[in-house]
Structures are given as structure tokens and as C-alpha cells.
């Protein structure tokens, strides 16, 4: 039997912004279960919580200052038993998200470690003396801007952040940490959670010599993390015997419990092999190459290519959009392609061999929303703006009503803004539209369901021209082709293959003609070959 998570279609929540039932401008767990029928209503498998851990939210939730509580900003342990009881009831698995790289500074694990270097705790975190000079350890860089080094007053001695100075790293070398990890991991297992997203899976683990990164020069950077080699300080061996430990763990609670680990990499195919692949000890992986700006028919087949040559026997997993990226309507579609070009996005994303990771809006074809500086609130955005403007316009609002006040989503003023370009997209009125976004997601999920081989089958790329992407899905007898057209002019192909197949209905507006395939602009076709 197939395992769930196979082929599933998962839905991302970022519980801030998804729906507030208490009326305080932010998203609640009781929001999410007011919110559930809806979800279920798409088709999809499960859906997958971002955090809700009490937390300072210096980095709005991946600052985790109690890894088994509820912020009292999202509810309470109730609230979220309630959650998943009602998601099950519903069919829908629950996955929720683990920030185990780093907690917050607030973390009473943290404030332990930070009192003396001979307590108990003493080693949870990464810390090191400083060089003669009192320069830090070595070259290593936060994503979030400046060196990944923070001096402390009361150790003397200077402690790891990857992300946030308010972020500390653990220290997964300690054998204590990795064990309080695993207790954490089955806390909620025993909560009756179905599975686990990790957070920058890749980075729990640093190099125990602290040597410095190789550079890698990059006029164009906008952050200095980009210049260098990051061999030292992520993607270390070790993680792969950790996550080894916790699918021992998972496979304890009955073989339906899954890990699906976010990868942060130079070289993102190859870690996602490495994690998913052989030996490797996690069920799935997804990273952002597809996530980023490169696009064309081109790098979508060589990128699942790579993945199938390095691991045939591992399972990818997809997404085209997720809060720390630009939506892809507007990354991918450069904020022109309207509905069409976000029904192919979806298409194409469903079409593929793997897991996928469907986000919040991304099923009304939601565009990458616009913040004024004075409103920003990512902490990277504050940085780097304007050349970066953070993360924030990815994470605003649902609109579900396009008249009510905040489009729906709370009573009182949000904590990002609604934009005005997404009224027009807001649920209620595409749920009326037969021809909507929303009703052409339902109607490709459903697809991906009715016909398995789309989900689990093997996939094989046809020669096609620019900017036609075309591959076939087989499996078990049953066959189907999938020919899309990402570009916004209308193109013709020949495919022979495809002379008498059965054209599904998708709304995707292509159709075969003897042996050629009319595709108009961001437009496409699924066939079954008889």
C-alpha cells in the first residue's frame, strides 16, 4: 500500500495571516479550524502549520522559546488538539513545523547555557573563545546580515546564530541536545500529529573545528552569506545519522508518521538526493530551486532530472511558492500572466512525480503583495531594503470575503495590510466563478487523484522547443502526457505519440490536431495515451 505522504498534496498555513477568529489583527489556531472545510473542500491530503511555539517573534514564530507549548498569541494546546481532531475528522493529515537549528534567546534552554560555562547546559549551544584580537571564531556569515557571531558578556566567549543574533544555534555534537530534540519530536507525535517539516534540516549540525569558509566572490551579492562556500557551517555528515535517530522515532508510532526536511544548499539537488535517497533517512526533501528566479521549461525538466539521476529510488518533494519567497505568479510570471499563467503554474506543479506543497493563496493565484517601508515587518526586509524587501509581501492576509472588512480575514486592522489587488481574488467571488483559479485547483487536484499515475508514476521528459515543457507520467498500465506551454505566445509542436489520445478536461485550452499540439499562451494539455 502506499504510504499517505506519497504523491499527497500538502497545504501550507502561516497561522499569522490565515484567519483570526479573536479579533486581534492575527491568525489563531481557532481561525485554522474555523477555516478547515475550506481546505478539505480543495481536495488536498494534509496541510502543514508553520509555527505556533511561544516565541518573542523577533523572526515571527522560527524563534521558538518553548518547543512544546502555544504561543497565547495563536491559543493554547487545546486549541490545537481541537485543531487536529477536527482536520482528522475531516481527512486531512497534520504536519507541523520543527525549528531545531536554533531557539529563541529567550529559550530557557538558552538563558541555562548563557549563566556559566560549567552548568549543565553549558554546551547546548555553539560557543567559542574569540581569536587573540577578540575578533570571532572565523569567517562565518548570518542570512540575516552580518557575521554569525555574537559576543556575551557573561560567558566571555562568543555564541553561533545562523539567522537572528536573538536565534542562538544548538549544539547537535552535545548527545543531550539530540536526545531532548527526539523528546520534543515525540511529544507531538504522541499528540497525534501525522509528520514534521524541519526547518533548514542541513544546518543542525556545523563543522566542530569552527574552520572558515572558502570564499566565493560575488559582485552581484546583496547579502554577504552569498560569498562564500558553505561547507563548514551547514550540510554537514552527521545530520544524516541524526535524522537517522528520528525516522526510528517516526517509524515507531506505526509507519505512517513522515519528515519532510527543508534544504538551504549551494547545491540543493544534490542534498535533497543525499536526505531522501538510498540509504537516506528522511521520507522527502524539497528545497528552493523552484523556489528562486531561474525559470523555463529547460531548468524545470534538468532540475527533476538531477534529483531522479542522484536518488531513483528517493521522493522528491515540490513547491513553487512558500512564505520565505516572492509568490509565484509574480517571481515566475513577472506579475503579467493572470489567472492563466497561475493555472499552469498549478498544473505543472501537480503534474509532477513527488509530494507537492501547495501554499496558502497560491490557490487563488495570489501575486506577490506590495508593503510600504513603514510597514514592513521581516527583519530581513528592515535590512536590506530596497534592494531586498524581506518576506512580508508573501505573508499577507487571506482575502476571504472581497467586500467585508480586511477581506474577511479579522475584525481589526491586520498585522500586515491587505492589498487591494487581491479583493478581486478574494475566495467568495472565485468560488462563484466557474473559470476561477480557485475551481481550476480543485479540478486538478481531483485529477491528480482520479488518475494515481500523475502522483506516483515514473516521468519522462519528450524533446520539446522552448518554451514547451512536456513529459510523460506511466505506471501500472496507464499512461498520460502532459505538454504545457510556459510562455505567453501561442506555439505549435509536433508530438507523435500523442495522435489519438484522449484530451482530459482541464481548462488548460490546448488541443491536438493529428500530430501537433496548439497550445495558446500560458496554456497546456494532459492526455491519456490509449
Same mark, same amino acid.
Given at each position: 500500500?502506499?504510504?499517505?505522504?506519497?504523491?499527497?498534496?500538502?497545504?501550507?498555513?502561516?497561522?499569522?495571516? #490565515?484567519?483570526?477568529?479573536?479579533?486581534?489583527?492575527?491568525?489563531?489556531?481557532?481561525?485554522?479550524?474555523?477555516?478547515?472545510?475550506?481546505?478539505? &473542500?480543495?481536495?488536498?491530503?494534509?496541510? !502543514?502549520?508553520?509555527?505556533? %511555539?511561544?516565541?518573542?517573534?523577533?523572526? *515571527?514564530?522560527?524563534?521558538?522559546?518553548?518547543?512544546?507549548?502555544?504561543?497565547?498569541?495563536?491559543?493554547?494546546?487545546?486549541?490545537?488538539?481541537?485543531?487536529?481532531?477536527?482536520?482528522?475528522?475531516?481527512?486531512?493529515?497534520?504536519?507541523?513545523? @520543527?525549528?531545531?537549528?536554533?531557539?529563541? &534567546?529567550?529559550?530557557?534552554? *538558552?538563558?541555562?547555557?548563557?549563566?556559566?560555562?560549567?552548568?549543565?547546559?553549558?554546551?547546548?549551544?555553539?560557543?567559542?573563545?574569540?581569536?587573540?584580537?577578540?575578533?570571532?571564531?572565523? =569567517? !562565518?556569515?548570518?542570512?540575516?546580515?552580518?557575521?554569525?557571531?555574537?559576543?556575551?558578556?557573561?560567558?566571555?566567549?562568543?555564541?553561533?546564530? =545562523? #539567522?537572528?543574533? +536573538?536565534?542562538?544555534?544548538?549544539?547537535?555534537?552535545?548527545?543531550?541536545?539530540?536526545?531532548?530534540?527526539?523528546?520534543?519530536?515525540?511529544?507531538?507525535?504522541?499528540?497525534?500529529?501525522?509528520?514534521?517539516?524541519?526547518?533548514?534540516? =542541513? /544546518? #543542525?549540525?556545523?563543522?566542530?573545528?569552527?574552520?572558515?569558509?572558502?570564499?566565493?566572490?560575488?559582485?552581484?551579492?546583496?547579502?554577504?552569506?552569498?560569498? @562564500?562556500?558553505?561547507?563548514?557551517?551547514?550540510?554537514?555528515?552527521?545530520?544524516?545519522?541524526?535524522?537517522?535517530?528520528?525516522?526510528?522515532?517516526?517509524?515507531?508510532?506505526?509507519?505512517?508518521?513522515?519528515?519532510?526536511? +527543508?534544504?538551504?544548499?549551494?547545491?540543493?539537488?544534490?542534498?535533497?538526493?543525499?536526505?531522501?535517497?538510498?540509504?537516506?533517512?528522511?521520507?522527502?526533501? %524539497?528545497?528552493?530551486?523552484?523556489?528562486?528566479? @531561474? /525559470?523555463?521549461?529547460?531548468?524545470?525538466?534538468?532540475?527533476?532530472?538531477?534529483?531522479?539521476?542522484?536518488?531513483?529510488?528517493? !521522493?522528491?518533494?515540490?513547491?513553487?511558492?512558500?512564505?520565505?519567497?516572492?509568490?509565484?505568479?509574480?517571481?515566475?510570471?513577472?506579475?503579467?500572466?493572470?489567472? &492563466?499563467?497561475?493555472?499552469?503554474?498549478?498544473?505543472?506543479?501537480?503534474?509532477?512525480?513527488?509530494?507537492? *506543497?501547495?501554499?496558502?493563496?497560491?490557490?487563488?493565484?495570489?501575486?506577490?503583495?506590495?508593503?510600504?517601508?513603514?510597514?514592513?515587518? &521581516?527583519?530581513?526586509?528592515?535590512?536590506?531594503?530596497?534592494? %531586498?524587501?524581506?518576506?512580508?509581501?508573501?505573508?499577507?492576509?487571506?482575502? !476571504?470575503?472581497?467586500?467585508?472588512?480586511?477581506?474577511? #480575514?479579522?475584525?481589526?486592522?491586520?498585522?500586515?495590510?491587505?492589498?487591494?489587488?487581491?479583493?478581486?481574488? $478574494?475566495?467568495?467571488? @472565485?468560488?462563484?466563478?466557474?473559470?476561477?483559479?480557485?475551481? /481550476?485547483?480543485?479540478?486538478?487536484?481531483?485529477?491528480?487523484?482520479?488518475?494515481?499515475?500523475?502522483?506516483?508514476?515514473?516521468?519522462?521528459?519528450?524533446?520539446?522547443?522552448?518554451?514547451?515543457?512536456? /513529459?510523460?507520467? +506511466?505506471?501500472?498500465?496507464?499512461?498520460?502526457?502532459?505538454?504545457? =506551454?510556459?510562455?505567453?505566445?501561442?506555439?505549435?509542436?509536433?508530438?507523435?505519440?500523442?495522435?489519438?489520445?484522449?484530451?482530459?478536461?482541464?481548462?488548460?485550452?490546448?488541443?491536438?490536431?493529428? +500530430?501537433?499540439?496548439?497550445?495558446?499562451?500560458?496554456?497546456?494539455?494532459? $492526455?491519456?495515451?490509449?
Amino acid at each position: 500500500m502506499t504510504p499517505w505522504w506519497r504523491g499527497a498534496v500538502i497545504y501550507q498555513i502561516y497561522p499569522r495571516s #490565515f484567519a483570526d477568529a479573536s479579533g486581534d489583527g492575527v491568525g489563531d489556531l481557532a481561525g485554522i479550524a474555523g477555516r478547515l472545510e475550506a481546505i478539505a &473542500d480543495l481536495g488536498v491530503d494534509a496541510i !502543514w502549520l508553520s509555527p505556533f %511555539y511561544p516565541s518573542p517573534m523577533k523572526d *515571527f514564530g522560527y524563534d521558538v522559546a518553548d518547543y512544546t507549548g502555544v504561543d497565547p498569541l495563536f491559543g493554547t494546546l487545546e486549541d490545537l488538539d481541537r485543531l487536529v481532531a477536527k482536520a482528522h475528522r475531516l481527512g486531512l493529515k497534520v504536519i507541523v513545523d @520543527q525549528v531545531w537549528s536554533h531557539t529563541s &534567546d529567550r529559550h530557557p534552554w *538558552f538563558l541555562e547555557s548563557r549563566s556559566g560555562r560549567d552548568g549543565a547546559k553549558a554546551d547546548w549551544y555553539v560557543w567559542a573563545d574569540p581569536r587573540p584580537d577578540g575578533s570571532p571564531p572565523n =569567517n !562565518w556569515q548570518s542570512i540575516f546580515g552580518g557575521v554569525a557571531w555574537q559576543w556575551d558578556v557573561n560567558r566571555r566567549q562568543y555564541y553561533l546564530h =545562523n #539567522f537572528l543574533v +536573538e536565534q542562538p544555534d544548538l549544539n547537535f555534537h552535545c548527545p543531550a541536545v539530540r536526545a531532548a530534540i527526539l523528546a520534543v519530536a515525540r511529544f507531538w507525535l504522541d499528540r497525534g500529529v501525522d509528520g514534521f517539516r524541519l526547518d533548514v534540516a =542541513n /544546518f #543542525f549540525f556545523h563543522d566542530a573545528a569552527l574552520t572558515d569558509n572558502p570564499a566565493r566572490p560575488d559582485p552581484e551579492a546583496v547579502k554577504p552569506y552569498s560569498m @562564500q562556500e558553505h561547507v563548514h557551517d551547514r550540510s554537514r555528515p552527521e545530520t544524516l545519522e541524526f535524522l537517522r535517530d528520528l525516522r526510528s522515532v517516526l517509524d515507531g508510532y506505526g509507519g505512517e508518521r513522515m519528515a519532510v526536511a +527543508e534544504i538551504v544548499s549551494d547545491r540543493p539537488l544534490q542534498r535533497m538526493a543525499e536526505y531522501t535517497g538510498g540509504p537516506g533517512p528522511l521520507h522527502t526533501a %524539497y528545497s528552493f530551486v523552484f523556489l528562486d528566479w @531561474q /525559470f523555463g521549461a529547460r531548468f524545470i525538466r534538468e532540475s527533476v532530472e538531477a534529483v531522479l539521476a542522484k536518488a531513483p529510488d528517493g !521522493w522528491p518533494a515540490w513547491a513553487f511558492s512558500n512564505h520565505d519567497k516572492p509568490r509565484v505568479v509574480t517571481r515566475w510570471g513577472g506579475g503579467e500572466g493572470g489567472p &492563466d499563467f497561475a493555472k499552469l503554474m498549478l498544473a505543472v506543479l501537480l503534474s509532477l512525480r513527488g509530494t507537492v *506543497f501547495v501554499y496558502q493563496g497560491e490557490e487563488l493565484g495570489l501575486p506577490e503583495a506590495e508593503i510600504p517601508y513603514e510597514r514592513v515587518q &521581516d527583519p530581513e526586509g528592515r535590512t536590506f531594503w530596497p534592494a %531586498y524587501k524581506g518576506r512580508d509581501g508573501c505573508r499577507t492576509p487571506m482575502p !476571504w470575503v472581497h467586500d467585508a472588512p480586511n477581506a474577511g #480575514f479579522s475584525a481589526a486592522e491586520p498585522w500586515l495590510p491587505v492589498d487591494p489587488r487581491h479583493l478581486p481574488l $478574494a475566495r467568495d467571488l @472565485q468560488e462563484a466563478d466557474g473559470g476561477s483559479v480557485l475551481n /481550476f485547483a480543485k479540478g486538478i487536484i481531483a485529477l491528480r487523484k482520479a488518475h494515481p499515475v500523475l502522483a506516483t508514476g515514473a516521468i519522462r521528459f519528450l524533446d520539446a522547443p522552448e518554451p514547451v515543457l512536456a /513529459f510523460v507520467r +506511466e505506471g501500472e498500465g496507464a499512461r498520460i502526457t502532459c505538454v504545457f =506551454n510556459l510562455g505567453r505566445e501561442p506555439v505549435t509542436v509536433s508530438l507523435p505519440d500523442l495522435a489519438g489520445a484522449e484530451v482530459l478536461e482541464t481548462g488548460l485550452r490546448g488541443e491536438i490536431e493529428g +500530430e501537433t499540439v496548439v497550445l495558446p499562451g500560458h496554456g497546456g494539455l494532459v $492526455a491519456v495515451l490509449r
